[in-house]
């Protein structure tokens, strides 16, 4: 067990402990996310799987307050997610405050979503500046470093026109580290890119994984999920159908819907 699971280890995180309790979450009548119940401790990283559909990307809108959950809740470390109690019910926070809470929530897109008008290094910076107000040299200084991270130290004055799938998404990826969120979210990150640059995103991610931030990513690379999930959870039809370590899930699932999904991706 590496210090990061194992949770006696006097290194072992402490912060980033997500809890989704009980949530629903309809559109009109579609109702597509029937009572989603989802632990993930600090520093694990949880990968969901399911066909596409079964409500994974509202789950993940909903742990980021994207989508306001019709009941249920997230709560990450002590702070429910866009919420405060009073009384015996849940109030919306202020969309101010739910702004500030997001920082502490990273979230990686399909496609990316950088700021077009905006440099890498101006895309970077704008979270921690603009919404964190910290010190813009300071945050100038840190994105660097975390261009450098994600192998785009020579990038920082580019325009995502400019750069490729592969790169854009490693900038969105230093972009999202940079409020230093405790979760961080991925919603099919590889899933818009040409299949030679699916490679460079996954290394920046798996390298994430080893560093302590609690990550839930939904992928559809399923030998990339054995290979560093500490959970991997099967969702179907806006339930979680079932979840496990990946041996559990990928290897010798005992759900059928689980299995023909499996079939369907590998
Ligand atoms: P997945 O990410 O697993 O493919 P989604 O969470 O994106 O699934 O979508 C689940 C279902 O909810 C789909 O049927 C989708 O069309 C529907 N849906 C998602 N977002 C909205 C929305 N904003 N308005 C209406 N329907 C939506
Ligand atoms: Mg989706």
Redesign the pocket.
Known sequence: MTTLTDRTHPDAPTTGHLQVHNVHKS?GT?E?LRGVDLEVRPGEVTVIL?P???????LLRVINHLERADSGFVVVDDDLVGYRHKGNTLRELPEREILKQRTNIGFVFQNFNLFPHLTALENIIEAPVAAQKRDKNEAIREARQLLKKVGLEDKADVYPRQLSGGQQQRVAIARALATNPKVLLFDEPTSALDPELVGEVLRVIKELAHSGTTLVIVTHEIGFAKEIADTVVFMDQGVIVEQGTPTQVIDQPEQQRTRAFLESVL
């Open positions: 559109f579609l597509v399911g596409s559909g079964s409500g994974k990307s509202t």
